[in-house]
Each structure stands twice: as C-alpha cells, then as structure tokens.
Nanobody, 122 residues
Framework: QVQLMESGGGLVQAGGSLRLSCAVS????????MGWYRQAPGKQRELVASITTGGSPIYTDSVKGRFTISRDNAKNTVYLQMNNLNPVDTAVYYC????????????????WGQGTQVTVSS
C-alpha cells in the first residue's frame, strides 16, 4: 500500500519561509512524477508545483520565483521550499503522486497525502 507522509507545515509570518517534505513508501518513487497541491478555505484545490521523473519542475504563476520543488530519489522524498510567504499562501498543502512521469492535472493523481496546514500571518 502506498503511503505519503507530509511534514513541515505550520504558522509563519509574512515574508518567512517553510519547507514541506513528503516521504513516500510502498512504491517505486523514482518512476512517478510528484506534486504539491493546496486548498484554501472556500476555494478549489490547485496545483502549486510538480516535478517530473526527470526532475523538471512546473509552477503555478503565483508562486514562481518564491517556491522550489525538488525530489530526492534516494530518500523517496519530495520537497517544497516556500520563501517570501504571504497570507494568500495560507492553505492545506497536499502531496500527490502521479500515475505517470508528469503531473499537470488532478485526474493524473494516483495517491494523496493527508495534508499539512500552512498559515501565514500578516
């Protein structure tokens, strides 16, 4: 059974940084793309960033230049480094494992983490 375990969320002031981690067990990590989604209260879940099996990242426009996604295949872990956070980044962040080597749409997600809360105060 595939499990995705997120960590690293919390409360931070505007302008601060957090790093989210997602450890994957029960699957061959390197063969699937990984991603981070977020859902703010009253809003739809959106793709924040994803990374292909080859290490190529994509980002939603609102986080470009501030967030960095990376993966460590030796540790079966994907990371999301979030810098210069602002209150609009407040959301529950979900780790996602793709069915494929890339991840751009939610229907491609095979497995979800439980979510971790990120709260940015002004």
């Amino acid at each position: 059974q595939v499990q995705l375990m997120e960590s690293g969320g919390g409360l931070v002031q505007a302008g601060g940084s957090l790093r989210l981690s997602c450890a994957v067990s029960g699957s061959i990590f390197s063969s699937r793309a990984m991603g981070w989604y977020r859902q703010a209260p009253g809003k739809q879940r959106e793709l924040v960033a994803s990374i292909t099996t080859g290490g190529s990242p994509i980002y939603t426009d609102s986080v470009k230049g501030r967030f960095t996604i990376s993966r460590d295949n030796a540790k079966n872990t994907v990371y999301l480094q979030m810098n210069n956070l602002n209150p609009v980044d407040t959301a529950v962040y979900y780790c996602a494992r793709s069915k494929y080597t890339g991840l751009t749409v939610e229907k491609s997600v095979a497995d979800w983490g439980q979510g971790t809360q990120v709260t940015v105060s002004s």
